[in-house]
């Protein structure tokens, strides 16, 4: 509850409750998750709007064989209850599986140590086609330089391969201290390798892009988003005649 507080106060209108599953530790099993409104009873209203701040599910499984990847190809129950559905492969074949056929909405990129395996453009380039974004975590890099850069150069890495396209940027942070603020994201973003307007996107439009990915992974079909046209535009051009607008274009 103190780190939903944290992002609410550092400009955050979401967060994902992630829960993860690491078949190489123990024998796991996918349980139903747990409801926002069982951990939360009074959710902060996000500053300048009436919406209260958005609480999602988030299941994260790290796959170090390719039998693991079956679960995801089941039609289970309970993975249809989380919001996101995210992989982390620890081998490139793994990757290539999770970038051209598993059913996903994020894929996890290890920052913690070296990459074992170099990035090739035939599953990211798919990958983006098929509407799958990049992770990449913050977290590791704030809390020691070793992994800071690990962070650096496997993020970099990506980036010569996907051109910065389809990255988001989240914290997994476990403590309020480990969590930033949009605008200090997007600036950790330039060292990774991103340009102003990716790093920005990073952290804003591709999330919310991953959010109805979810959505159209639980639905039949897809899911429309509508956005409000400014006013301002209509009325200037029903103010304008079009003979007006032709003497001053020309």
Same mark, same amino acid.
């Given at each position: 509850?103190?780190?939903?507080?944290? $992002?609410?106060?550092?400009?955050?209108?979401?967060?994902?409750?992630?829960?993860?599953?690491?078949?190489? &530790?123990?024998?796991?099993?996918?349980?139903?998750?747990?409801?926002? #409104?069982?951990?939360? +009873?009074?959710?902060?209203?996000?500053?300048?709007? #009436?919406?209260?701040?958005?609480?999602?599910?988030?299941?994260?499984?790290?796959?170090? /064989?390719?039998?693991? $990847?079956?679960?995801?190809?089941? =039609?289970?129950?309970?993975?249809?209850?989380?919001?996101?559905?995210?992989?982390?492969?620890?081998?490139?074949?793994?990757?290539?599986?999770? $970038?051209?056929?598993? /059913?996903?909405?994020?894929?996890?990129?290890?920052?913690? *140590?070296?990459?074992?395996?170099?990035?090739?453009?035939? +599953?990211?380039?798919?990958?983006? /086609?098929?509407?799958? !974004?990049?992770?990449?975590? !913050?977290?590791?890099?704030?809390?020691?330089?070793?992994?800071?850069?690990?962070?650096?150069?496997?993020?970099?890495?990506?980036?010569?391969?996907?051109?910065?396209?389809?990255?988001?940027?989240?914290?997994?942070?476990?403590? +309020?201290? *480990?969590?930033?603020?949009? !605008?200090?994201?997007?600036?950790?973003?330039?060292?990774?390798?991103?340009?102003?307007?990716?790093?920005?996107?990073?952290?804003?439009?591709?999330?919310?892009? =991953?959010?109805?990915?979810? *959505?159209?992974?639980?639905?039949?079909?897809?899911?429309?988003?509508?956005?409000?046209? +400014?006013?301002?535009? &209509? *009325?200037? &051009?029903?103010?304008?005649?079009?003979?007006?607008?032709?003497?001053?274009?020309?």
């Amino acid at each position: 509850q103190n780190i939903v507080t944290v $992002c609410f106060s550092v400009g955050y209108s979401a967060v994902a409750l992630n829960h993860v599953i690491d078949f190489k &530790e123990k024998k796991q099993e996918i349980i139903k998750p747990v409801s926002p #409104s069982e951990l939360f +009873p009074s959710l902060p209203i996000v500053q300048g709007t #009436s919406k209260r701040i958005k609480v999602l599910t988030r299941l994260t499984l790290v796959v170090s /064989d390719p039998s693991h $990847c079956n679960l995801l190809r089941s =039609t289970s129950a309970n993975i249809r209850l989380y919001d996101i559905i995210a992989v982390f492969p620890k081998t490139e074949k793994l990757f290539h599986i999770a $970038c051209t056929t598993l /059913d996903v909405d994020l894929v996890c990129i290890n920052v913690t *140590e070296k990459l074992p395996f170099y990035f090739r453009r035939p +599953p990211v380039n798919m990958a983006i /086609d098929r509407g799958i !974004y990049f992770e990449l975590l !913050y977290t590791p890099a704030i809390k020691d330089s070793t992994m800071r850069r690990y962070t650096i150069s496997n993020a970099i890495s990506l980036m010569q391969i996907c051109k910065g396209k389809n990255i988001v940027i989240s914290s997994a942070a476990e403590r +309020p201290l *480990e969590l930033r603020g949009p !605008y200090d994201v997007a600036n950790l973003g330039l060292l990774f390798g991103l340009s102003e307007g990716e790093a920005k996107a990073a952290v804003s439009t591709n999330c919310r892009a =991953t959010m109805l990915h979810g *959505e159209t992974r639980k639905s039949a079909c897809g899911v429309v988003y509508t956005v409000k046209k +400014p006013r301002k535009v &209509e *009325e200037e &051009e029903t103010a304008v005649p079009a003979c007006k607008k032709a003497k001053t274009q020309a």
